[in-house]
């Protein structure tokens, strides 16, 4: 069964996660109007243990490194690709 919450606007509440350091990859609903002053908030899941925490920051950090490692994997690839097209000319 989905429940539907409204804010103090009257708007259907958003369903939105938290990834700041203090606490990383934790639901919560609030109002849709960003600079709205309704007060709507609450958290969808329970807290997380700091090693929970710890683990998921770790992996974030590995994953957010090897984003970069394939961008510059991609664009390498370019340069050669464009290399290998000057040098057929």
Same mark, same amino acid.
């Given at each position: =069964? @989905?429940?539907?919450?409204? /804010?103090? /606007?009257?708007?259907?509440?958003?369903? !939105?996660?938290?990834?700041?350091?203090? @606490?990383?990859?934790?639901?919560?609903?609030? /109002?849709?109007?960003?600079?709205?002053?309704?007060?709507?908030?609450?958290?969808?899941?329970?807290? =997380? /243990?700091?090693?929970?925490?710890? @683990?998921?920051?770790?992996?974030? !950090?590995? !994953?957010?490194?090897?984003?970069?490692? @394939?961008?510059?994997?991609?664009? =390498?690839?370019?340069?050669?690709?464009?290399?290998? =097209? !000057?040098?057929?000319?």
């Amino acid at each position: =069964m @989905i429940t539907i919450v409204l /804010c103090g /606007c009257g708007n259907v509440d958003i369903t !939105k996660t938290s990834w700041t350091d203090r @606490i990383p990859g934790r639901r919560f609903f609030c /109002c849709p109007n960003s600079g709205s002053d309704c007060g709507t908030f609450g958290w969808i899941d329970p807290p =997380m /243990c700091q090693r929970d925490i710890e @683990i998921i920051l770790g992996l974030l !950090k590995d !994953k957010n490194a090897l984003e970069e490692d @394939i961008e510059e994997y991609v664009q =390498m690839l370019r340069d050669e690709r464009e290399l290998v =097209m !000057k040098l057929r000319i």
